[in-house]
């Protein structure tokens, strides 16, 4: 399977709706704030954009426990409305992506209300008798279910990889309900796909298949549905939350995310402890850290094992800024110039790079928030940080929307110069128009697209690498460093802090470089 070939060239933008733009006053972002900042996009550069759950949900998990596949909550907007951005979008160029929550549905799901209630179509996994990891039943079934993340959450049965005799609840993945369930995310792709999206990012893709070592029979499941999506809607594009892109592309997703839960090869790179971390998680040293006390060495590593597979089966990987799950690039002491050097590097790398909103004017990771929408994960870990309203201009709620601070769907950023889109569109020295200008160069240089060759020059300050005929430096350390190249890099595209004499190149604190010869 080879990804689509305008993936290659693209750059993902990440919606969080509810913090996006409101339109209605009602603290809540919605379709018609997105639609009507669409220019912002377009402006911006991005190609596509992915939006997380905007599905009817009781919002217990911010939209990721889903009682209606097949509906928008209204808090967003009817579906007619989303057909209307949809169509807005493509107008300008850019493709809108939707997020699949494909392993589990909300309690209040018809499905599962009726499975509570007694129906017997096992499109879920359920226990006669107390299990680990199970919940009671809600209804006047008796017995216990499984649910996929939160309780609220009850896991879609698409079967176990292996029997055991001792655990009756295990049904084999050709089973009647592993198939129905199937058979659902084929007609939930299909209803959303016939109005014109461009494809589906996958919640949890390698969460289907239980006791599935190595995701082998998850493998399979998402093979099958690949090649039914390629018959019925060619040019659909498939992003999976797996973490490890040596199984998710050659299960037939086109890219794969690096993330935080599976794996360094994210966190080394941006993870400075400061943000929502769980403790238990393995720590280490990110390498943009103001005091160099990290390496890229660690993430060249994962990529040299993990991109030669990726690259035979046809696919790409993703790198995101940050996400609704991580914290933001700003975040703690990083913050101002020092966004500079990992955008660059995010843009310059043979990924698929996904910016998540507001880090392109360095929009900062907010701690100590009060939970929404199961936001919080443990002491540590509280997602609504880095889910707070857009900062569009100034005044009261930032241009996010016409209701007062208190009623917005999260607490705004308190500081004084918080950036703003406004402002920075005003300074042409702003980080904006940096990434602007990263952006237009990417999509302007074929040799600078995702999935491309990459030379490791310097593995250490600066990070020095070659893409055809672009020498791309970065330094995220406030003190200046300098290596020697075998070569004339050519000349300077892009750069601040740098310079090059005598085979030396040096550049200074968290300043960067791209030249082309």
């Given at each position: ?52 759950p ?18 928008t ?8 409305d989303?057909?209307?951005?949809v169509?807005a ?19 209040q799901?018809?499905w ?26 809600p ?21 176990y ?16 309900g ?8 084929r ?30 029979e ?5 093979q ?96 995101p ?6 914290q ?54 509280n ?22 601070p ?84 050519g ?8 310079r ?18």
């Amino acid at each position: 399977m080879a990804a689509a070939e305008w993936l290659r060239n693209a750059v993902l933008y990440q919606i969080y709706p509810q913090s996006f733009a409101d339109s209605n006053g009602d603290g809540i972002g919605d379709f018609a704030g997105i639609e009507a900042h669409l220019d912002h996009l377009e402006w911006l550069g991005v190609t596509a954009a992915w939006i997380n759950p905007c599905f009817a949900s009781p919002m217990l998990d911010a939209g990721y426990d889903i009682a209606d596949f097949t509906q928008t909550a209204p808090r967003y907007g009817s579906r007619d409305d989303l057909v209307r951005l949809v169509d807005a979008a493509a107008s300008r160029g850019i493709r809108i992506l939707l997020d699949l929550v494909a392993g589990h549905t909300s309690d209040q799901h018809p499905w599962f209300v009726a499975e509570a209630d007694g129906a017997r179509t096992d499109r879920y996994i359920w226990s006669d008798a107390p299990a680990p990891g199970f919940q009671p039943s809600p209804g006047r079934r008796p017995g216990f279910y499984l649910p996929n993340f939160f309780p609220v959450q009850p896991a879609l049965n698409f079967g176990y990889a292996r029997a055991v005799d001792a655990e009756p609840w295990r049904q084999p993945v050709d089973a009647p309900g592993p198939r129905a369930n199937r058979q659902a995310l084929r007609e939930i792709m299909d209803s959303w796909l016939r109005i014109g999206v461009a494809g589906f990012r996958v919640d949890m893709a390698s969460s289907l298949v239980k006791d599935d070592p190595g995701w082998v029979e998850t493998g399979k499941l998402w093979q099958e549905l690949r090649g039914w999506l390629d018959d019925a809607h060619p040019g659909a594009v498939l992003l999976s939350e797996w973490g490890h892109p040596e199984h998710a592309v050659p299960a037939g997703f086109d890219a794969d995310f690096f993330l935080h839960f599976a794996g360094r090869a994210m966190r080394s790179l941006w993870d400075n402890g400061y943000g929502a971390v769980f403790p238990e998680d393995e720590q280490g040293e990110c390498f943009f850290d103001a005091d160099g006390r990290g390496s890229p060495r660690e993430f060249l590593d994962i990529w040299d094992d993990v991109w030669p597979v990726v690259e035979r089966a046809g696919g790409l990987i993703s790198l995101p800024s940050a996400n609704h799950d991580f914290q933001r690039l700003s975040c703690g002491p990083r913050r101002g110039v020092q966004l500079r050097a990992p955008f660059v590097f995010l843009l310059t790398w043979p990924t698929v790079p996904a910016i998540y909103y507001g880090d392109e004017i360095g929009m900062r990771y907010l701690p100590d928030l009060p939970d929404r929408e199961g936001s919080r994960l443990g002491p540590y870990y509280n997602r609504i940080g880095s889910r707070t309203p857009m900062q569009w201009g100034d005044g009261l709620s930032a241009g996010f929307s016409s209701a007062a601070p208190a009623a917005l769907y999260a607490p705004l950023d308190p500081s004084p110069d918080r950036p703003t889109v406004a402002g920075q569109r005003a300074n042409e020295g702003s980080l904006l128009h940096l990434v602007r200008r990263l952006i237009a160069l990417r999509r302007s240089e074929p040799e600078l697209a995702g999935g491309g060759p990459v030379q490791v020059l310097h593995d250490g300050f600066p990070l020095v690498y070659r893409r055809g005929r672009f020498t791309i430096a970065v330094n995220p350390r406030r003190e200046a460093a300098s290596v020697e190249l075998a070569s004339d890099p050519g000349t300077l595209v892009l750069g601040e802090g740098t310079r090059f004499a005598d085979t030396v190149l040096t550049v200074d604190g968290f300043g960067y470089a791209i030249y082309s010869s």
